[in-house]
């Protein structure tokens, strides 16, 4: 059995650990919060934008035009080339949230290679890249620090050289996959196709609706097409939110299992160090009557 000097200082190094865990939790809160409230007001400009874009592809309707001939919209039903978009955080400890995605990346892989398909990676977080660096796997592009810190002009950048890419036909399909926030509790993962856009997602129809938008007939493509690079561009700039916020979210139950098991490894080891104690007391009581009883 460990000696009692050996208990205190394994119960002090866990009493120790168990306030690292409690203020990561804290902290995690607090920047859950604002994360949350920055969320909230993107999901705003989102609807917004999804129904400028709608009004003109109404008006683009009207006149005839059609969405397909846009090269944002022109869709390929056997794609040759796929580019996989994913974010990952740049830090650990939040459970099984980085782990989640690079499962669901995987699964997309081997998906589109079994189609005949060649993949090709983009990565945004440390983890992510760590893990296909230390696999061997090849990346086509990657970014670490934006995961962690949104920025929206960074995140256009990169998604820019995305775009270009499908625009010049080097890619046939761009999926976007991130660890989404549900709620305080829980995460899901979000795999969206973000080009070629699917017009079901911005509540296009197929058939026209009248629409109050007055536009000059020469401008709706124009209008459209930059509509739409705001789109993408904000696409991912949310998915970087939204994968922030579960990161938060993951990361505080994450510390608060370990300052549960923290306080119940105190428990257990306080049991074994009064065990301890009292058999030294008791071995103590023994040597001493016995000493006596040897002296009568």
Request: aromatic share 6%.
């Amino acid at each position: 059995m460990a000696s009692l000097k050996d208990i205190q200082r394994k119960i002090k190094s866990v009493k120790n650990t168990q306030k690292t865990t409690r203020a990561m939790k804290l902290v995690s809160s607090a920047k859950l919060r604002r994360t949350e409230e920055l969320a909230k007001k993107s999901k705003v400009y989102a609807a917004k934008l999804n129904e400028l874009i709608n009004e003109i592809a109404q008006k683009m309707c009207e006149s005839e035009s059609s969405l397909s001939d846009t090269p944002y919209f022109k869709n390929i039903e056997n794609p040759k080339v796929v580019d996989v978009v994913f974010v990952t955080a740049d830090k650990g400890l939040c459970g099984g949230f980085n782990s989640q995605t690079i499962k669901r990346v995987n699964r997309l892989i081997a998906k589109y290679k079994e189609e005949g398909a060649e993949v090709r990676l983009r990565a945004i977080g440390r983890k992510g890249i760590d893990y296909y660096r230390f696999n061997a796997i090849d990346m086509l592009d990657q970014i670490a620090g934006l995961s962690s810190s949104p920025e929206f002009e960074k995140s256009s950048e990169f998604i820019h050289e995305v775009a270009s890419d499908f625009i010049a036909g080097k890619t046939q399909r761009v999926v976007l996959v991130n660890n989404g926030y549900v709620n305080m509790i829980t995460q899901a993962i979000r795999e969206n196709q973000l080009l070629p856009i699917d017009p079901s997602q911005l509540g296009i129809g197929e058939s026209c609706s009248p629409s109050d938008l007055e536009l000059e007939p020469d401008d709706n493509d124009t209008l459209l097409e930059d509509l739409v690079k705001r789109y993408i561009e904000f696409s991912i700039y949310y998915a970087l939110i939204d994968s922030l916020a579960a990161e938060h979210s993951a990361r505080m139950q994450a510390m608060d299992a370990a300052t549960n098991n923290a306080k119940d490894m105190v428990n257990r080891l306080t049991i074994s160090y009064n065990k301890a104690r009292q058999e030294a007391i008791t071995t103590e009581l023994i040597e001493i009557i016995s000493g006596v009883e040897s002296m009568k």
